[in-house]
Nanobody, 126 residues
Framework: EVQLVESGGGSVQAGGSLRLSCALS???????EGWFRQAQGKEREGFAV???????SYADSVKGRFTISKDNAKNILYLQMNSLQPEDSAMYYC?????????????????????WGQGTQVTVSS
């Protein structure tokens, strides 16, 4: 059974940093592993992904501030978040897709085909 468990969320002031962790289990190979977030009243947004050959992509909204990484020995996916701003406040989710669709791409495949954690809340105050 594929399981993802996020941790590391919390409250921080603007300009601060947090590191989220996502413990992964129940699979050996994936197509995509990534992070999404959903602010209240907004759609879920994918913003950081690692694909099966290690290629990393970021949404423009977090590029230069957030870093996705994975410890393969421990099966933990990380998200280092620096220079946090109030607009980064959201529930943060990790996701993994074991499949690749014909034309979806990483964000769509994670969203539509993926397994998800329960989420961890990040709140940034000004």
């Amino acid at each position: 059974e594929v399981q993802l468990v996020e941790s590391g969320g919390g409250s921080v002031q603007a300009g601060g940093s947090l590191r989220l962790s996502c413990a992964l289990s129940g699979y050996t190979c994936s197509m995509y592993e990534g992070w999404f977030r959903q602010a209240q009243g907004k759609e879920r947004e994918g913003f950081a992904v690692i694909d099966s050959d290690g290629t990393i992509s970021y949404a423009d909204s977090v590029k230069g501030r957030f870093t996705i990484s994975k410890d393969n020995a421990k099966n933990i996916l990380y998200l280092q978040m620096n220079s946090l701003q109030p607009e980064d406040s959201a529930m943060y989710y990790c996701a993994v897709s074991l499949q690749e669709s014909m034309d979806g791409g990483p964000w769509a495949d994670l969203r539509d085909l993926g397994y998800w954690g329960q989420g961890t809340q990040v709140t940034v105050s000004s």
